[in-house]
């Protein structure tokens, strides 16, 4: 079956860099995603990677894949108040359907 | 580009009652829909899948007779929870895929609450 996980919450300080980690079982995943959720509203899709690739860089985003162990990050350079929200991971499994991960919480203090 | 829009953002219904709720891809067409439901600080559990002119495939434990799910344009797929109970309170959520890549757009979400 999918399963993905994730931490269920990170603190970091304003100006630092995030880090938000995941791990997954479809090894069969083609792409796997990261999005945001802000109170109360849908789902931002923040970037993804295909999984032939073991980095994606975009602006202050850099995702790691880690096939092999099934791991993939977020990284998230100068976190800013705006980037408190809550996270999660995905992975692609059969009719194009996504599997999540129960969302990782982060708090950026100033 | 690739937005899509839920309509209403938030109801509020008297037990019994049937609710109807819209979501719309903007600027693209889109193949396939799906509908989530998320409860209060959890995941997003994916309700159905919703394909454009066909009827929508339910995932295990979803009642489709209760979550009636029409898709009836390549822009446009509906889901009416009828005769909602409190317990079917929740924040709905819509996707939807462009017919040329994996990626899930999400609407913005509607919020439910049966009284």
């Known amino acids: 079956g999918e399963d993905v996980e994730q931490s269920l919450f990170l603190s970091v300080r304003e100006g630092d860099s995030s880090v938000i980690n995941c791990t997954y079982t479809d090894s069969s995943s083609t792409y796997l995603y990261w999005y945001k959720q802000e109170p109360g509203a849908g789902l931002q899709l923040l970037t993804y990677?295909?999984?032939?690739?073991d980095m994606k860089q975009d602006q202050r985003l850099t995702v790691l894949l880690n096939k092999k162990d099934k791991h993939l990050s977020l990284r998230i350079a100068d976190t800013q108040t705006g980037d408190s929200a809550i996270y999660f991971c995905a992975e692609s499994i059969s009719d194009y359907k996504l599997s999540f991960g129960a969302g990782t919480t982060v708090t950026v203090r100033a | 580009g690739a937005v899509v829009s839920q309509h209403p953002s938030r109801v509020i219904c008297k037990s019994g009652t049937s609710v109807k709720i819209e979501c719309r891809s903007l600027d693209f067409q889109a193949t396939t829909m799906f509908w989530y439901r998320q409860f209060p600080k959890q995941s997003l559990m994916l309700m159905a899948t919703s394909n454009e002119g066909s009827k929508a495939t339910y995932e295990q434990g979803v009642e489709k007779d209760k979550f009636l799910i029409n898709h009836a344009s390549l822009t446009l797929s509906t889901l009416t929870v009828t005769s909602a109970h409190p317990e079917d309170s929740s924040f709905y959520i819509c996707?939807?895929?462009?017919?040329?890549?994996?990626?899930?757009?999400f609407g913005p979400g509607t919020r439910l609450t049966v009284l």
């Open positions: 990677i295909f999984s032939n690739m």
């Open positions: 996707s939807a895929r462009a017919d040329v890549s994996d990626t899930q757009y």
